[in-house]
């Protein structure tokens, strides 16, 4: 062979030796690798105090995306003000909210946080790097719970503060059940993990963590009527204990001092409210129908 001709009309140099000549070509050069598009979401409700520190936090990502639901505060303007694409609706449950975001996304592969969290410039690498090898699947990212700015390390429960979460993912590779309050989630492809933390700022306060308690309480009743799902007076009777210990005993909440009190009575009296709330709305439910 002689010589190959260039898009560009210059001859380029051919992979094999040259017959005239018995110089060997230099091998070629590989190509750049193109790193994945990386889409972060956040999916808020009036978080508009939150927002900024957690998306300044997202700025390594090639896209942001914010799902705003029902918003009545500032959180569209600070979304916009951070160069967020929004998707705005209202949704009454969870599962739905957050499918709409996973569906804006454009990117190859999503990093789904709240509002509540924030990613390290540790952590933004570590992601950066486990993309741009990974083909396919999903990433468990450990996170560091914090009450009112204080790292809290035991004594949490798989409702309040998980161990770690998967909300690095392939795009097609999760999606969200139905239902108000921690829906189920539906995950394919490997699983790997992540070491660098997502920090976690769950409660500004023990009055925050009573407030969230009371409206999660509230949302599971809710799904449990929806659902015809009955609780049980005597588990959840016998759950305050098993729960109180779970937390406080078993997940060393007792390191944590005031913090592990609170965290274990808060765990003990979820099924407890989950279960009063319900049978008020099942009475108020069965009126309502003999009255029509």
Known sequence: MGKIAGANGIAAAEDAPSSRTGAVAMPRRPKPSVAPMLSALVVARDEAERLPACLASLAFADEIVVTLDRCRDQSAAVARRAGARLVAGAW????????AGIAACRGAWILEIDADERVTPALAAEIRAAIATAEDGYFLIPLANHIGGRHVRFGWGAYNGPAAKACLFKAGRKSWGAGRVHPKIALTGPRKHLREPLLHYI???????????????????????DRDQVPHLRDAFRRIFSRAWKSYVARRGYREGVDGIALALASALYPMLVYLKWAELRAATVSRQQHH
């Open 92 to 99: 009454d449950l969870e599962g739905p909210r957050r499918n």
């Open 203 to 225: 409660y500004r306060d023990y009055t925050d963590m009573i407030t969230r308690l009371n409206r999660y309480t509230e949302l599971a009743a809710r799904d449990a009527l």
